[in-house]
C-alpha cells in the first residue's frame, strides 16, 4: 500500500506535469529546430509567434462561445485551433516575404538573421499586446478533470490523489499525433525528403532541382501550425499572458540545443529532459521516500536538492553542461 | 560669477529668515508622499486626507492660540532614497517645516527617517510604511506611523490559525519585500506559539505554472497552505495549482490575497479558507467619509491614515504648548492613547479646546488610532472565511 501510495504521489507531483510540460516544450522546440535546421537561424520570434496564435485561437473561442457552439467535454478551442494556424501562417509568411528574404537573398550571416528576428520579435510582442492586452486570460472550458485527487482517493482507499486535468491529456495525446506526422511528413513524402536535401546540403538540393522559395514556404507553414499548436495547449493547461509566452522562449531554446539544433528528435528528446530536470530537481522528495522508507529512516527534512526558486536554474545549467563537453547536443545537432 | 552665486545665497537667506520671522503664526507641515512612482495613484487621495486634517486645524483657529497650518508637498518617489531624503532635507532646512507627514513606502520612509529626520530632530509619522524593520529603526522617539507593522498582521495570522486548532502549515511568499516580510514575521509569531511550519518557499509573480512550487509545498504537507502573495499575481496561480492537484483544500490568507478576484477565481472551490486583512468597524471610518463628502475617494487606501498622522502631529504641538519637534516628540503617544476623551475625525477644534483646558485626549480618529510599542498603529483587523463562495466577517480584531 505504501509503495503504491508513494507511486501515486509522484505521479501526481512529478511525472504527469513533467510529461504535459514536455509535451509542450517539444512540440515549441520542433519549430525553433525546423527553422535552424532549414532556414539556418535561431528564430527568436518564436515564442512571440506561439503567443500571436494562441490569440488568434483565444478570440476565435470566445466568438464560439458567443455564438453556442461547443465540444461537450473537449475545449472549444480545439474547433478554433485551425483558425489560428491559417491567421499564424499569414503572419509569418508575410514577415518572411517583408523580411526574411532579403536577407536570405543577401545571403547574411546567421548572426545578422538572429538580430533580424529579434526585431521580429518585439514587432510581434507589441501586436499581441496592442490586441488582447497583457494580462492573464483564461479559455479553457469543457470538462476540467478526467480525475480529481479526491475522486481518486474515494475510489481506490490510497491516501494519496491523483488528479489528472482533461487538458493534460490533451497535451499529451496532441503532442504524440503532431509528432508522428510531422516525421511521416519529412521521412515518406516528396516534399519532406526535398527539405531534408535542403537542410544537410543546400547548394546539392539546389543543383538537383529543388525549388528552395517552396521549401521555405512550407517550413513556415509547418513551423507556425507547431507553434500555434504548443501556444495553444500551454494556454489550455496553464493560462496564457504575453509575457510568460516571451519567457517560454527560454526553456525551449534550451531544449532545442540541448537536443541538438536541428535535430527534430533531439528537440524531443530535450524537451523532456528540460521539464523533468526542472521538476524533479526541485521536488522535496520527502512524502515519498517516508512512504517508501520504514518509519525510523523516514526523513525529516524535505529532501529537496534546490529550492523552487531556482527552477529557472537548472535548465541552463544543464545546456551549459551539455554546450561544454557536447556543443551540437545529445542527437548531434549542426553547429554554425 | 562665483560673487552672484554669494550673492544671491546671502539674500536669499536673509529673505528667509525675514519670512520665517513675518510668520511666526505660521506652522509648516511637509507632506512627503510619492506623488510619482509606483504609488502615484494613492497618493493624491493621501495628501488630501492630511491636508483636510491641516485645514480642519487652521480654520477652527485654536493650535497654539491662532497658527495656521500650511502643508508643503515634496515627492518622495516610493523607491528613490536619494531623491526622497533631499526633498525632505530641503523642506527641513529652507521650508521650515516642524513635522513630516510620510514618507510612504517602507524603503524610502527608513532612508528619509534616518538620513533627514533623525539628524535634524525632525518628528515624522508615516501614514504606510508597514514594514517590520521600522519598528527597530534609530529614530530618537522621532519616527511613529497610523499604520500597523506587518509584524502585527503575521502575529494576528499566528493567532487566528491556533484558534482554529491548527498546529501545522505550508507557507509561501510572494519573492518581495512585502511577502518575504509578513512571511518572516509570521514563521516567528506561529513558532513561537508551538505552530509548526514544514516549509517556507518562494514563488516568483507572473508566471503561468506553479505545479513545482505546489509539489514541493504538497511534499512537506500541512493541514493548510498559508499563501502570503497577492491575488492578481502568483499567489493565485499557487492556489489553482494546489486545488487542482489535490494539495490542499483549505487556505489562509493575508491582506494581499484579499479582494474581489479571490471570489471570481475560486468561488466555492476554497470555502472553510480563513484570512485578515486591515480593517475597522470604528465608527471613526463612516464620520471620516461624511467630513470628506465626495471632495475626493475617502475609500482609497491610507487616506484615512493619513488625515490621522497629520491631526496626530498637530494635536501633539497643541498637547506640548509649542511646536518645536523636541517639545511635542513625547505628547505624540499621550494624545493618541486612552484615558481622554474619545475624539473622532471633525472634531479636531474640540480636541484642541481640550487641551488648551489641559484635559486629556484618546485620539480615535478615522482608523481607531491605538499606538503601540515605537509608536506604531497597533492595527485593528478584520477576521474572514469563505463560505458559500463569498468572504464573510467574522470578527474584528
Known amino acids: 500500500m505504501d509503495v503504491l501510495n508513494a507511486l501515486v504521489a509522484l505521479l501526481n507531483y512529478v511525472l504527469v506535469p513533467g510529461i504535459t510540460y514536455g509535451s509542450q516544450l517539444a512540440i515549441g522546440a520542433l519549430g525553433v529546430t525546423l527553422v535552424y535546421g532549414i532556414l539556418r537561424f535561431s528564430n527568436f520570434a518564436h515564442g512571440d509567434t506561439m503567443a500571436f496564435g494562441t490569440m488568434v485561437t483565444i478570440l476565435a473561442t470566445w466568438g464560439l462561445q458567443s455564438m453556442g457552439v461547443s465540444l461537450g467535454p473537449l475545449p472549444t478551442a480545439l474547433l478554433a485551433l485551425p483558425l489560428g494556424i491559417a491567421a499564424t501562417a499569414l503572419l509569418v509568411l508575410a514577415t518572411d516575404r517583408m523580411v526574411y528574404r532579403f536577407y536570405r537573398r543577401v545571403r547574411a550571416k546567421p548572426v545578422i538573421l538572429v538580430i533580424v528576428s529579434i526585431g521580429v520579435m518585439f514587432v510581434m510582442n507589441g501586436v499581441v499586446r496592442l490586441i488582447i492586452g497583457p494580462e492573464d486570460q483564461r479559455f479553457a472550458d469543457g470538462a476540467r478533470f478526467l480525475i480529481t485527487a479526491r475522486e481518486f482517493k474515494q475510489w481506490t482507499g490510497l491516501s494519496e490523489g491523483l488528479a489528472l486535468r482533461s487538458t493534460q491529456v490533451l497535451t499529451i495525446v496532441t503532442a504524440i499525433i503532431v509528432v508522428i506526422a510531422l516525421f511521416w511528413f519529412l521521412n515518406r513524402t516528396r516534399t519532406g525528403k526535398s527539405m531534408r536535401a535542403y537542410s544537410d546540403n543546400e547548394d546539392l538540393a539546389l543543383l538537383s532541382g529543388i525549388n528552395p522559395e517552396r521549401v521555405v514556404l512550407v517550413t513556415w507553414l509547418i513551423v507556425a501550425a507547431l507553434a500555434t499548436v504548443a501556444g495553444v495547449l500551454y494556454g489550455l493547461d496553464k493560462s496564457f499572458r504575453p509575457f510568460t509566452y516571451f519567457q517560454l522562449l527560454l526553456p525551449i531554446f534550451a531544449s532545442a540545443i540541448v537536443g541538438g539544433l536541428g535535430n527534430p528528435l533531439g528537440a524531443i528528446a530535450g524537451g523532456f529532459l528540460i521539464a523533468f530536470s526542472e521538476v524533479t530537481v526541485t521536488y522535496a522528495w520527502k512524502k515519498v521516500l517516508g512512504y517508501l522508507l520504514p518509519d525510523s529512516m523516514a526523513p525529516d527534512n524535505l529532501v529537496q536538492l534546490l529550492s523552487t526558486d531556482y527552477k529557472f536554474a537548472v535548465s541552463f545549467v544543464i545546456l551549459l553542461i551539455v554546450l561544454l563537453f557536447r556543443p551540437t547536443g545529445l542527437f548531434r545537432g549542426k553547429s554554425v | ?397
Do not use: W
Not at chain 2, 120 to 143: H, Y
Not at chain 2, 167 to 194: C, I, M, P, R
Open chain 2, 1 to 397: 560669477m562665483k560673487k552672484l552665486l554669494l550673492a544671491t545665497a546671502a539674500s536669499a537667506l536673509v529673505a528667509t529668515s525675514a519670512l520665517a520671522a513675518s510668520h511666526s503664526d505660521e506652522i509648516k507641515i511637509g507632506v512627503v508622499l510619492g506623488f510619482t512612482g509606483p504609488i502615484e495613484s494613492l497618493t493624491p487621495s493621501m495628501a488630501a486626507g492630511a491636508e483636510l486634517a491641516m485645514k480642519e486645524v487652521s480654520d477652527s483657529g485654536k493650535l497654539l492660540g491662532g497658527a495656521k497650518v500650511t502643508p508643503v508637498r515634496a515627492d518622495s518617489t516610493c523607491v528613490d532614497a536619494a531623491a526622497a531624503t533631499a526633498a525632505a532635507v530641503r523642506l527641513i532646512t529652507s521650508d521650515g517645516i516642524k513635522a513630516i507627514m510620510g514618507a510612504d513606502c517602507s524603503g524610502v520612509t527608513s532612508a528619509v527617517l534616518a538620513n533627514a529626520a533623525v539628524p535634524n530632530g525632525m518628528v515624522m509619522i508615516s501614514p504606510s510604511a508597514t514594514s517590520p524593520g521600522l519598528s527597530t529603526a534609530e529614530d530618537n522617539g522621532l519616527f511613529f506611523r497610523t499604520s500597523p507593522s506587518d509584524a502585527r498582521q503575521g502575529q494576528i495570522m499566528a493567532d487566528i490559525l491556533l484558534e482554529e486548532g491548527i498546529k501545522s502549515v505550508a507557507l509561501t511568499y510572494s519573492n518581495t519585500d512585502y511577502g518575504k516580510g509578513l512571511a518572516d514575521s509570521f514563521q516567528s509569531a506561529y513558532e513561537a506559539a508551538g505552530g509548526k511550519i514544514t516549509i517556507s518557499a518562494a514563488h516568483e509573480d507572473g508566471k503561468a505554472d506553479y505545479s513545482a512550487e505546489v509539489a514541493a509545498l504538497a511534499s512537506a504537507g500541512g493541514e493548510r497552505l498559508v499563501v502570503a502573495g497577492y491575488v492578481d499575481q502568483g499567489g493565485s496561480g499557487v492556489v489553482r495549482a494546489a486545488l487542482d492537484a489535490g494539495a490542499f483544500d483549505t487556505f489562509h490568507f493575508p491582506d494581499g490575497m484579499i479582494g474581489a478576484k479571490l471570489e471570481e477565481n475560486f468561488g466555492t472551490e476554497i470555502d472553510g479558507s480563513t484570512g485578515q486583512l486591515p480593517g475597522t468597524d470604528s465608527e471613526g471610518a463612516a464620520m471620516y467619509t461624511a467630513l470628506v463628502d465626495g471632495k475626493f475617494d475617502s475609500t482609497s487606501p491610507f487616506t484615512s491614515e493619513s488625515y490621522d498622522a497629520a491631526a496626530l502631529i498637530m494635536l501633539a504641538m497643541q498637547a506640548a504648548g509649542s511646536s518645536d519637534p523636541a517639545d511635542y516628540k513625547g505628547k505624540v503617544l499621550d494624545v493618541a492613547n486612552a484615558p481622554g476623551e474619545k475624539i473622532f475625525p471633525g472634531e479636531l477644534a474640540k480636541a484642541l479646546e481640550l487641551l488648551a483646558a489641559g484635559t486629556d485626549i484618546d485620539y480615535v480618529g478615522a482608523t481607531a488610532v491605538e499606538l503601540i510599542g515605537p509608536g506604531e498603529s497597533a492595527g485593528s483587523y478584520r477576521q474572514i472565511t469563505l463560505t458559500g463562495g463569498k468572504i464573510t466577517t467574522v470578527k474584528y480584531r
